[in-house]
């Protein structure tokens, strides 16, 4: 029944690693979206794909790069980790046009960087 | 860049109160969201407007889209203890890809 789900729910690393977080959607949905939530509970866009191809892309560093392998799919892949990378992120997904666009949140995925 | 002000940042409620939170942009937009997130969750859309002047209801909840396009409100009557979390609204630019873009909440918390 999840409709937009991520993994891991939590993750606990050290400054300089790299890591990764899946999000899944099986709602039918073309379009995915990356969203990063700071300490202050302030929400942000980072990055969007439609059919796997990258159509919003804010000023975020060259060290997250997203990767879209079909339409269900957005991963998030982050290098370097530095401690101001610890914020909660969230994956969406929407239709982006021909019907609502409403977005779907997932549950989020709490990284903390030590 | 666009900004979003939403206030108050927080509010205590009383079981039974109604109470009013409003967001205001110093640009125009089509389209104004308002969605909720309770801790440990993702934002759930609460009421979407997409006329200038629209009143629209969901529940107890009311959120008008300003007449400018440049502010909205929301509205919760009769609060009950599940209101509280933080609520946000949201712009949304279609011909930016859907962007959404959010103001900085409005913490909804229990008067003790």
């Known amino acids: 029944d999840t409709a937009v789900s991520q993994t891991p729910k939590y993750l606990v690393t050290q400054m300089g690693n790299d890591k990764s977080i899946k999000c899944e959607q099986n709602?039918?949905?073309?379009?995915m979206y990356w969203y990063k939530q700071d300490s202050k509970k302030f929400l942000k866009i980072m990055f969007s794909?439609?059919?796997?191809?990258?159509?919003i892309n804010e000023t975020v560093p060259n060290r997250f790069s997203p990767k879209s392998p079909d339409k269900a799919h957005l991963n998030l892949h982050i290098n370097s980790l530095e401690l101001g990378d610890s914020a909660v992120y969230f994956c969406?997904?929407?239709?982006?046009?021909?019907?609502?666009?409403?977005?779907?949140f997932g549950p989020g995925t709490r990284l903390l960087v030590l | 860049g666009q900004q979003l002000n939403q206030s108050p940042q927080s509010m205590f409620i009383q079981e039974g109160e109604d109470v009013s939170m409003n967001c205001t942009s110093s640009?125009?937009?089509?389209?104004w969201l308002w969605y909720k997130q309770e801790p440990g969750e993702g934002p759930v859309l609460l009421i979407a407007?997409?006329?200038?002047?629209e009143l629209t209801s969901n529940g107890r909840l009311t959120a008008q889209f300003g007449i400018t396009r440049k502010d909205s409100f929301l509205n919760i009557s009769a609060s009950i203890p599940s209101d509280v979390g933080i609520y946000f609204c949201?712009?949304?630019?279609?011909?930016?890809?859907?962007?959404?873009?959010f103001g900085g909440g409005t913490r909804v918390l229990v008067k003790p």
């Open positions: 969406a997904s929407s239709h982006l046009a021909g019907g609502p666009v409403t977005q779907y």
């Open positions: 709602l039918g949905h073309d379009t």
């Open positions: 794909y439609n059919n796997k191809e990258l159509i």
């Open positions: 640009s125009i937009f089509n389209t």
């Open positions: 407007l997409y006329k200038a002047g």
């Open positions: 949201a712009v949304m630019i279609k011909a930016a890809g859907n962007k959404l873009t």
